[in-house]
Structures are given as structure tokens and as C-alpha cells.
């Protein structure tokens, strides 16, 4: 009996690291060609490590999106952000570390390179925002020193997916060759047929979506003093039903939230049904409510 040849294909753990709004998740999204994690322009947007998985034809990979490394941290959800990505750093077989060269180097950086430095896996500078790093914006002599120290350099714009592939391409290189056989073992997050993998329920997709048009729509006047919690999904045939509700710490941003003849909210609500609408194919009526629970933060590092 002759036995079947056995298949090799690339396969591994990819960690994307960075400070705050080096692009990190707009990259993830641009790499999936579809939207996997919510973006903002505030700091803090990413709040936990979420894993999303890439197949072509070369293999597959397991790509971990990681909160942004903050100097400075006062508050519970802060301290909590700052431990997630050095967790997740040592599963990877590559780290990905973004740096934004239209920005000068900060000691944020220096502490994301510090993390990167301590990692024994293979690692790739990725030099984002090119198309923001233009005269006076361009920072990148800034960062040149360091490329000695990564297998591979390469210049991309995520938000324009320029070079993305060539980025994708540069990962295959590093990953090891696994037996076809054992890679779907090593997946530990089941993937839905035509879709990316995504480490997270539907609810709590739901209350990221939801969080990222509150940032987008209140921008810097309640920074991180908002969580949103899903409390009902329900598939009503003609529509799905979603209740949600946006906790806040205290009255005067409750305030701000709602906005004066409850502009904000409608605002936020109307912005994530439309897209939740898009990505569903279905009809969504969402219901938000906004709550003051000083608690909330315990329950967010509680998780």
C-alpha cells in the first residue's frame, strides 16, 4: 500500500504590535479586505486581544490585533490595555511591529521596542502612513536605526492598502512549513465557512461596533468613559432586533452622550445600524440606551 504523500503548508501565529494609532487595526482590516476590528482616531479604541485567521493558497494564519502600548496609564481600563499585547507576544512565530513615521518617535515607542526586542521570534518593521508622511510629517529617518534588528522592512499606507500584500508576502517567508493535517488542529477558534475567523461572539462585535461610532461621534469629549453591553439579539424574520445599552460614569457625560435633543445618540445609532445593515445584508432595528454605572470599568478588567 503506498501511502499518501503528505502536504505541507505555511502556517503560524502573527502579533501585531505598536503605540496607540500606528494603524494597527486599519492594517488587520486592510490585510483581510474586509472589516475585523473597529478603528478610531482616539488612543484606548482597541481595548483586548482579538485574533482573526488568513487563508490563501500558500496556508493560513492566525493574525492577533493587540491594544496600543501606553506610557502613561491612571485608570483601571489603562492598566488592564497595557497587559494585553506583552500576553500575546509570546505566541507568535512573527511579530509585526507598526510604527507611524508620520508622528515623531515617543517613549511609547521606545517601550513597544523594548517588548519586541525581549521576543525570540521572527520580526518585520512596518513603516505605516506613507501617505501622511509627506515634507515636515515624514519621521522615518527616525526609525531607520532599528531595521538592523528585524528579518524584514517594509513601507506600507493601510488606510489606502497600499503594499499590504507585499506585507503578506514578507509573513508567508517567515511562517514554518506544518503538515496540512495539523493545522486545523492548531486553530483553536472555529472558522465559519466564507468568513474571517473572529475571536468574539456576535454580542460582543456588536457593542465594538457600537463603541466605535460613539468615539467616532464624540471624539475627545468622553474619551474612555464609555463601555457598551448588548443585552438582547433577536432574530425577528423581518429584522433582527438589538438592544444595547452605553454605560457611562457619570451624569454630565451621560449628558454628552445624548447630546442636546438627543443628537449624539441618534447620530451613533443610526451609523451602526447602517453598517451593522451592511455586513448582515439584513435589517437591523437597534435600540440604544445610555446609562451612568461607575462600576463598569471593574466589570471591563473583570473579563
Not at 1 to 29: A, C, D, H, Q
Not at 85 to 112: H, W
Not at 125 to 138: H, Q
Request: net charge positive; aromatic share 6%; glycine share 4%.
Amino acid at each position: 500500500m503506498v501511502k499518501s504523500e503528505t502536504i505541507k503548508k505555511k502556517f503560524g501565529r502573527v502579533v501585531i504590535l505598536g503605540r496607540p494609532n500606528t494603524g494597527k487595526s486599519t492594517l488587520l482590516n486592510a490585510i483581510m479586505s474586509q472589516k475585523v476590528a473597529i478603528t478610531s482616531p482616539l488612543p484606548q479604541t482597541t481595548r483586548k486581544n482579538s485574533r482573526v485567521v488568513f487563508s490563501d493558497e500558500r496556508g493560513k494564519i492566525i493574525f492577533s490585533d493587540t491594544p496600543g502600548i501606553i506610557n502613561k496609564i491612571n485608570d483601571l481600563v489603562g492598566k488592564r490595555v497595557n497587559t494585553e499585547a506583552p500576553k500575546e507576544l509570546g505566541r507568535g512565530n512573527v511579530i509585526v511591529c507598526v510604527v507611524d513615521i508620520s508622528r515623531p518617535k515617543s517613549d511609547e515607542e521606545n517601550k513597544v521596542i523594548g517588548l519586541v526586542r525581549k521576543s525570540d521570534s521572527r520580526k518585520i518593521l512596518v513603516y505605516n502612513k506613507t501617505d501622511a508622511a509627506i515634507g515636515s510629517k515624514d519621521h522615518m529617518a527616525e526609525y531607520n536605526y532599528l531595521e538592523d534588528e528585524f528579518d524584514k522592512v517594509i513601507s506600507v499606507s493601510a488606510i489606502k492598502e497600499k503594499n499590504v500584500k507585499g506585507l503578506i508576502n514578507y509573513i508567508f517567508e517567515l511562517l514554518p512549513e506544518v503538515d496540512e493535517e495539523n493545522i486545523e488542529k492548531d486553530i483553536e477558534i472555529t472558522e465559519a465557512k466564507n468568513r474571517p475567523v473572529i475571536s468574539m461572539n456576535s454580542r460582543e462585535y456588536i457593542a465594538e461596533l457600537i463603541r466605535e461610532k460613539a468615539y467616532l461621534f464624540l471624539r475627545k469629549e468622553v474619551p474612555y468613559s464609555i463601555n457598551v453591553e448588548v443585552t438582547k439579539v433577536q432574530d425577528k424574520q423581518k429584522l433582527i432586533l438589538i438592544q444595547a445599552t452605553i454605560y457611562t460614569t457619570a451624569d454630565r457625560y451621560k449628558k454628552m452622550v445624548i447630546g442636546k435633543g438627543g443628537k449624539k445618540i441618534k447620530e451613533i445609532g443610526y451609523n451602526a445600524r447602517k453598517e451593522l445593515e451592511l455586513m448582515s445584508r439584513r435589517k437591523i432595528f437597534l435600540e440604544l440606551t445610555v446609562q451612568i454605572d461607575p462600576h463598569w470599568p471593574e466589570r471591563v478588567i473583570s473579563n
